[in-house]
């Protein structure tokens, strides 16, 4: 141990401050030959407290032609601890953390180099036992690599002497052994789960209690308390430092080992399916546990890889429509968001109608999904209903337009809604938000934040302030976490000075909420943006399939508005659909669905539509196309002011291109063919 530094010599005038602390002295003092020699000094003064005075020393170090073996040798000598301090000394950075990176860097190559581990796994059943021991610390060394090696190459030996010597090694390599083994008890090949077995017990994890070998009633009561303790929120394991868990998989057939990383909630839901698959496997009878499983497999595959690969959806091809209509039903009740929109898929694809009515006069479980907080869920619910096209009203009917209309409101947009306590304070939040791409909404009322946050089919996230007002925030918070548009939308509660606790324990109370101070810079406005996109999670659309959402939505209103589906009230989504008329993609939707609507209103939008010389002349011309079909199954139901003012534009249009003249005449012509009032003739354009 170094004694503490002594205070320099004072300067003067005429002399430098020479150095009294005899330590500091010997580590400046020391003769620098080898590449450790000038490790060791710079170790000495971080350790000393004075990193500055070894920055030349590193100046010195940083320009030797260094190896990458060199830079292992000073990792294994000096230990990683040393790196770590050298990379974090702000005098001597960024050259420091950059040598200690290369020095790690380098290490790491040459422990997991795949020529030296299969060297290592060999020596593992060499006849000389200082040989095994020493290649026993060395594999258990090198982490991850070395724990993958040896019980990959357990399941590929057939010799028993160099098994047992693999099982020894493994069991050296706790706690990152238990993962893979964990992984590796799914083998068919019994020998090896036995091996696995008796690893996984001597290291006694906790997580392989449900799963190891025993009798069926010990097995089905571990498994129960598992799933129980799992559903009430604890992890399979500890996450990292970006809240992520690690699981493996274990590939019988290539008899290879992977991994991969999920956030910590998606862990716990895939490892509930493995223990949830497994207690159905132990008592296939037991009804419950069969849907349970079901249930979570289908949640966990859409988190493991493409829904459309999973094998569990065999299983829903096979099921019947009842089957799906309970498994709908299960979802909903315990908030699988993807094994909802499978089982609502299915029953659109296999079902009838007829899934749709009840006994009771009550929605069923697939009507009762258009008000699930989950976007996805609502989404499949309607593609579901739309592929049914019931002819009849049937209990829930009325949510549909309301729900198509939310859905067509959307643009693909990415949006966000601020509510601060004064307009000054929100309009400059959302032009902050600007700068992060969000267009936001701004308001200083707490009804109004409501409100715009339901009708916003394209808002991403919220910015509410605690001393909002007209509700205040307990009541704002509370409505939009109960509204199914705004349930899982991640919000920022903003605390004034002073306010930050009390915004916290708020924000605990409620899901995808968190608290921070106002934010007075970009960076802030930055960091809380970041902050909530990772709130969102799998829960988030992202801006394009918003939009797609928003072009079948209006499809789906241009087939409901032929009025073959009188219970639908249609009408009342008019507003939505004129507003899509002007989206880049749902305007030929939108003007098909107008040119059904027998309302004064369709024929006065797709009019204004069509006369709008700025739009493109082919929507143009369908728009006129549709209004000249409106007219003639409804009549012409234009006001006399609106028919004169087509009349004033065509007569303005004498120095109009070709097309744009084309359109406005045919605009004249269908009004022409009905018109029930007089008005003056148009005079024709000038040459």
């Known amino acids: 141990a170094f004694a503490a530094p002594a205070a320099a010599t004072p300067a003067t005038a005429d002399a430098p401050v020479i150095e009294s602390n005899p330590a500091v002295r010997a580590a400046l003092e020391i003769p620098r030959k080898e590449p450790a020699d000038y490790f060791q000094a710079i170790t000495w003064l971080i350790e000393l407290d004075r990193p500055e005075l070894a920055k030349p020393i590193l100046d010195e170090l940083t320009k030797?032609?260094?190896?990458?073996?060199?830079?292992?040798?000073?990792?294994?000598?000096?230990?990683?601890?040393?790196?770590l301090r050298l990379a974090r000394a702000k005098p001597l950075a960024p050259a420091g953390a950059e040598f200690a990176d290369a020095c790690m860097k380098a290490a790491a190559a040459i422990t997991n180099d795949p020529k030296r581990i299969a060297a290592l796994v060999a020596q593992l059943a060499d006849p000389s036992a200082e040989i095994r021991v020493m290649a026993r610390n060395d594999l258990a060394a090198t982490g991850r690599a070395g724990v993958v090696a040896t019980l990959e190459a357990l399941a590929n030996e057939t010799d028993p002497a160099r098994r047992e010597a693999l099982v020894a090694a493994a069991g050296q390599m706790d706690p990152l052994v238990v993962g893979p083994l964990l992984a590796m008890l799914d083998t068919r090949d019994e020998q090896l789960q036995l091996e696995v077995a008796d690893l996984l017990k001597q290291l006694r994890a906790p997580q392989a209690i449900p799963l190891l070998p025993q009798p069926a009633d010990s097995a089905e009561r571990a498994l129960t308390i598992a799933l129980h303790n799992y559903r009430r929120g604890m992890l399979p394991f500890a996450p990292d430092e970006s809240e992520q868990i690690e699981l493996w998989q274990w590939d019988d057939a290539t008899k290879k080992l992977a991994s991969t990383r999920y956030?910590?909630?998606?862990?716990?839901?895939?490892?509930?399916?493995?223990?949830?698959?497994e207690l159905a496997r132990i008592q296939p009878g037991n009804q419950a546990y069969v849907k349970q499983a079901r249930l979570l497999q289908l949640e966990a595959a859409a988190l493991v890889a493409p829904a459309s690969q999973s094998p569990i959806l065999d299983e829903l091809r096979t099921a019947d429509v009842m089957e799906l209509d309970e498994l709908l039903a299960d979802a909903l009740k315990s908030n699988y968001a993807y094994a909802a929109v499978a089982a609502a898929d299915a029953l659109g694809e296999r079902g009838t109608a007829d899934v749709l009515y009840s006994a009771d006069s009550q929605p069923t479980a697939l009507a009762n999904a258009l008000q699930h907080p989950n976007r996805r869920v609502r989404f499949a619910a309607l593609r579901a209903i739309m592929r049914l096209d019931p002819k009849s009203p049937y209990p829930g009917s009325s949510r549909v337009p309301e729900a198509l209309a939310w859905f067509a409101a959307g643009t693909g947009e990415r949006r966000a809604l601020v509510a601060m306590p004064t307009a000054v304070a929100a309009t400059n939040l959302a032009g902050m938000l600007a700068g992060e791409q969000l267009h936001a909404d701004a308001t200083d009322r707490g009804r109004d934040a409501v409100d715009l946050a339901r009708a916003m089919p394209d808002l991403e996230m919220i910015f509410v302030d605690m001393h909002i007002d007209g509700p205040d925030i307990r009541q704002v918070l509370y409505e939009l976490r109960t509204s199914p548009t705004t349930a899982e939308i991640p919000i920022a509660l903003l605390a004034p000075s002073g306010r930050l606790a009390a915004a916290e324990q708020l924000a605990a109370e409620h899901t995808r909420v968190i608290a921070a101070p106002r934010p007075h810079s970009a960076e802030a406005v930055a960091r809380l943006v970041e902050q909530l996109t990772t709130l969102s999670g799998r829960f988030a659309v992202p801006a394009d399939a918003r939009a797609a959402e928003a072009v079948e939505a209006v499809t789906w209103l241009s087939k409901l508005a032929s009025g073959e589906r009188p219970f639908y009230k249609i009408r009342r989504t008019e507003p939505v659909i004129e507003a899509a008329l002007y989206g880049s993609t749902t305007a030929e939707p939108a003007i098909a669905a107008l040119a059904q609507l027998g309302a004064p209103e369709s024929q006065c939008a797709l009019v204004n539509f069509a006369s709008q010389p700025t739009l493109s002349i082919t929507v143009r011309s369908q728009a006129a196309d549709a209004f000249r079909k409106n007219v003639a199954a409804h009549g012409l139901l234009l006001t006399s002011s609106e028919i004169l003012t087509?009349?004033?534009?065509?007569?303005?249009?004498?120095?109009?291109?070709?097309?744009?003249?084309?359109?406005?005449?045919?605009?004249?012509?269908?009004?022409e063919s009905r018109r029930n009032v007089e008005a003056p003739r148009p005079l024709p354009p000038q040459p």
């Open 64 to 83: 030797l032609p260094l190896t990458g073996a060199q830079r292992a040798v000073l990792v294994e000598q000096f230990g990683s601890r040393s790196m």
């Open 263 to 277: 956030p910590a909630d998606e862990a716990r839901i895939i490892w509930m399916a493995r223990l949830a698959r």
């Open 646 to 671: 087509q009349y004033d534009r065509y007569n303005a249009s004498e120095r109009a291109d070709a097309d744009t003249q084309r359109v406005l005449g045919s605009l004249l012509d269908s009004i």
